[in-house]
């Protein structure tokens, strides 16, 4: 058995199933490239310190090359009792160079070179889930431009309450994912310290430069507490956080458009090719995309919630249970980013059954509040026009008709302020042309709407 990087101490070589056990290799190795590149950068800062030669930088620098080229070729051999990514790659660069590698790991620790690389990977992962979200958007809202003037039912508790434009509520869900983007861009903004020379959690008597490690890895500032720096996640609770909001409304997304796609909605027809059919049902036709949109956000909650009671316990510095933090963060991502871009393409895949939305909109009295407004503009307080609308709503039921049906008798009957121009407030068609208030279905504001996120997302 090889010797261990921290093995002078030992007199026995640890149990196989210890080794199997404790490895992160299987795992921690997606981290290999922002490993090296914190290698690199500590390194070249502890030659220019003085703490080693330019020679063995450079010696180190070309070990550290040819080692990723080996990675990325797929030639290079991880090795579970090397435990580690860090601990492969320091060995690796042993095993290829020599001595000068000895000297890498002056002034650090697995303990801040983990959550260095950990910080690099998150922020790389957050600009990739960024590009997500934008893409869905563009799909959300091109969905919106060829879908123009088509008014579907809009609904509270689901059941039938206003008519508003099918853009209207598309955009909802752009609106929300802008938020998405935000939150994840606060995050790496808050995320974006270096760990690195905080060492195991004391920091160094040598004198290493960490503002120059830093820089060199684009981070905003070296994190003034090592203490602080190795025993923290918060950068990861935060990151799971805003991923699970993420997911929650991709969750309703799917779950909207699998009651639409049912044959008792209808409005939406997903295209074949995103759809799946039963192995016993022949005439079945599934949205299964967007119910795994839906069944998948539990991971990624239930990755967060993993993080939280991972942490929950731990007095600081740092402790191995740390180890754990890695492999929900990988899943969470992935998931994420697979769920927007499924959604995308279901965009990208959809139509919406005109004839069948046109069918129910009549249904439900979707213009019964635009009457009360009507009755607001002839001077009647709201409390009291409520009440005179549901009494013709009442009537409609009794009668099995529309309120645009009632004659103006019957009408005059309920309440003497209605008037012959009470027609033009009536029906779904002309109830939805009045909304003008600011973000309102009005279709003046949806085509303000749909313009703003156009020039936004460079769309035309
Ligand atoms: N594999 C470890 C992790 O992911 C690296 C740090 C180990 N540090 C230690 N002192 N054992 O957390």
Redesign the pocket.
């Given at each position: 058995k090889e010797a261990k990087l921290w093995g002078g101490r030992f007199e026995e070589s640890v149990t196989d199933s210890v080794e199997k056990f404790t490895e992160?290799i299987s795992f921690?190795k997606a981290l290999f490239k922002h490993d090296i590149m914190g290698s690199r950068a500590h390194a070249t800062m502890l030659a220019h310190q003085g703490l080693m030669s330019d020679d063995d930088r450079d010696s180190i620098l070309q070990g550290l090359d040819e080692i990723q080229r080996c990675i990325e070729a797929g030639e290079f051999v991880w090795r579970a009792d090397r435990?580690?990514?860090?601990m492969n790659i320091e060995a690796a660069l042993t095993d290829l160079i020599g001595e000068p590698a000895r000297k890498l790991h002056t002034a650090r620790?697995?303990?801040d070179?983990?959550c260095t690389d950990f910080r690099l990977w998150c922020r790389d992962a957050i600009d990739h889930i960024l590009e997500a979200i934008k893409h869905l958007q563009v799909a959300l809202v091109s969905l919106a431009m060829k879908n123009e003037g088509l008014i579907v039912p809009g609904y509270t508790h689901l059941q039938r309450a206003q008519p508003v434009f099918l853009q209207h509520l598309l955009l909802a869900y752009v609106e929300q994912l802008e938020r998405d983007a935000g939150r994840l861009t606060d995050c790496r903004a808050r995320l974006n310290f270096c760990p690195l020379g905080a060492c195991?959690l004391a920091g160094t008597g040598l004198p290493i430069d960490r503002f120059m490690t830093s820089d060199a890895l684009g981070f905003t500032a070296p994190l003034r507490n090592s203490i602080d720096a190795v025993s923290d996640r918060d950068f990861v609770l935060e990151f799971l956080s805003s991923n699970s909001i993420t997911a929650i409304h991709l969750s309703r997304l799917g779950e909207e458009w699998v009651l639409w796609a049912s044959e008792e909605f209808g409005f939406l027809i997903p295209s074949d090719s995103v759809s799946t059919g039963s192995s016993i049902m022949p005439q079945k036709k599934n949205p299964d995309p967007m119910e795994l949109v839906r069944g998948k956000s539990a991971r990624v909650v239930g990755n967060l919630v993993t993080l939280l009671v991972l942490c929950k316990g731990l007095p600081h510095a740092?402790n191995?249970d740390?180890?754990e933090?890695?492999e929900p963060v990988f899943d969470s991502v992935k998931t994420i980013v697979g769920m927007l871009e499924v959604c995308a393409e279901f965009a990208q895949n959809v139509s919406f059954n005109r004839d069948k939305i046109q069918k129910a909109l009549p249904a439900g009295h979707l213009d019964a509040t635009t009457l009360a407004d009507y009755l607001v503009k002839k001077g009647v307080p709201f409390r009291t026009s409520h009440d005179i609308v549901g009494r013709s709503v009442a009537l409609c039921l009794l009668k099995n008709c529309q309120l645009q049906n009632l004659s103006l008798d019957e009408l005059r009957s309920i309440s003497p302020h209605f008037g012959e121009d009470v027609y033009e407030y009536l029906s779904v068609e002309n109830a939805v042309t009045k909304f003008c208030s600011y973000g309102s279905t009005g279709s003046e504001c949806v085509t303000a709407q749909l313009d703003y996120w156009a020039a936004l997302l460079h769309i035309d």
């Open positions: 992160s921690d435990e580690d990514v860090h620790s697995r303990n070179q983990v195991a740092y191995r740390l180890q933090d890695k």
